[in-house]
């Protein structure tokens, strides 16, 4: 049965200041209001919906947040998550309030394994502290509640990332993405220093996943990364797997994607001509329309 997931963006204000944040240019835009996002909400449920992500941003310096998670649990969405930074969570009384108003999913962004190379990252000195402190005390509160890391995979951390995976679990995630980034915004303005080239994931995938394995974590994801370099790990590709099983819908405050698998692969990646010959053109959405500007596609090797 397929799963509709509902991310509502409710605004790109943010308390990081990520080098390679995708929205970087955006952060300026008007924020949903509380009632906007109580109608998005009711929307969604009316179309189906039973699992809503609050994002932004950072939907934790919203002073409606627990609110709008009350809201969501009155309307019926079963599963109520936060895609957050995790700094705001470093405080458990807000934490305690999150849950007690319905939330039982959370993702944390996790860039580094130690403070100097996360806080580098996203520009704020005490940030990994926070955020690791966050992730300990929504686990604190209860075993229950679904943790899962998100990680962009950025240059200066692309060889740390079988250490991430081991702070995630040490930290009690449930699950953990590693996602190529997405060349706008920021990551386009700071390409050359922050976008690895493809090549670099040969070993790290491995390497990473493997870890995710030993401690019996099985949502250990890659995302954004075409099928040649993941061949062997299909597994552990996001797309592969939320394929048939999860439908998404993207609601912001300028736009609306009710198809988001659909319209990303249609208008925002792109395919080499070499591509033609691999054994899973028809199921690949092929890389960055913006990364292959900058790069082209000869690092695009077809699968037999």
Not at 128 to 147: C, D, H, P, V, W
Not at 178 to 198: Q, S
Not at 208 to 215: L, W
Not at 283 to 304: D, H, N, T
């Amino acid at each position: 049965m397929v799963e509709k997931k509902t991310s509502l963006l409710l605004g790109y204000k943010c308390n990081n200041f990520c080098r390679f944040c995708y929205a970087a240019d955006k952060r300026d835009l008007p924020v949903m209001s509380t009632e906007q996002a109580k109608r998005q909400l009711e929307l969604a449920r009316e179309r189906g919906s039973r699992f809503v992500d609050f994002l932004g941003g950072e939907p934790t310096i919203r002073k409606d947040l627990i609110e709008l998670i009350s809201y969501a649990k009155e309307l019926g969405f079963r599963t109520i998550s936060i895609t957050t930074n995790g700094r705001m969570l470093s405080n458990m009384d807000y934490t305690r309030q999150l849950v007690e108003a319905g939330l039982n999913s959370a993702v944390f962004s996790i860039h580094g394994h130690k403070a100097e190379l996360h806080d580098y990252l996203v520009q704020v000195k005490g940030a990994f502290e926070q955020a690791t402190k966050g992730m300990q005390n929504l686990r604190a509160l209860s075993n229950k509640i679904y943790i899962c890391t998100n990680t962009v995979i950025v240059k200066p951390n692309i060889k740390f990332l079988p250490q991430i995976a081991e702070l995630n679990a040490k930290l009690g995630a449930n699950g953990m993405e590693f996602i190529f980034p997405h060349p706008r915004g920021n990551a386009y303005k700071n390409f050359d220093e922050m976008v690895p080239h493809l090549a670099e994931l040969i070993d790290v995938v491995p390497k990473t996943i493997s870890v995710g394995v030993r401690h019996g974590i099985k949502h250990c994801w890659f995302r954004y990364v075409p099928f040649c370099y993941m061949y062997g790990f299909l597994n552990y590709l996001s797309e592969y797997m939320a394929k048939d099983r999860l439908a998404e819908e993207h609601i912001g405050p300028e736009f609306e994607d009710l198809e988001v698998e659909k319209n990303r692969a249609l208008h925002g990646r792109v395919k080499g001509p070499q591509c033609f010959g691999c054994k899973y053109y028809n199921i690949c959405e092929g890389i960055f329309k913006e990364y292959a500007e900058k790069r082209g596609f000869a690092e695009l090797v077809p699968v037999p």
